[in-house]
């Protein structure tokens, strides 16, 4: 299975930008799938997580009512909104799946599939 983010690009603070994250190769809902992203000088982090079936949600502190994490199991595709973007989300965004614990983690090693990321950079 490989994973294609994109959407990333240039978003000015305040503004909002969409990331997809599409699989392909085989079905992925029976999996969690995730966001992570590693800004300038930074280890990767989480920023949010969604159950198989889109059913159950889990957020970084930092992104917190302003991402929204949605999937489309017969699209194969996990999204990101993120609105009311800051400098500090300057990062490259990478989607995750095939979790080897059950429920929603959080942690890297968790997943065993990535993408291969999307910058996305916020202008103050």
Request: with cysteine; proline share 3%.
């Amino acid at each position: 299975v490989q994973l294609q983010a994109y959407g990333g690009g240039l978003a000015q603070a305040g503004g909002s930008l969409r990331l997809s994250c599409a699989a392909s190769g085989r079905t992925l809902n029976s999996y969690a799938m995730a966001w992570f992203r590693q800004g300038p000088g930074k280890e990767r982090e989480f920023v949010a997580v969604i159950s198989w079936n889109g059913g159950t949600t889990n957020y970084a502190g930092s992104v917190k009512g302003r991402f929204t994490i949605s999937r489309d199991n017969v699209k194969n595709t996990v999204f990101l909104q993120m609105d009311s973007l800051k400098p500090e989300d300057t990062a490259v965004y990478y989607c995750a799946t095939g979790n080897r614990v059950p429920g929603l983690p959080t942690t890297q090693t968790a997943f065993r599939t990535w993408g291969q990321g999307t910058l996305v950079t916020v202008s103050s």
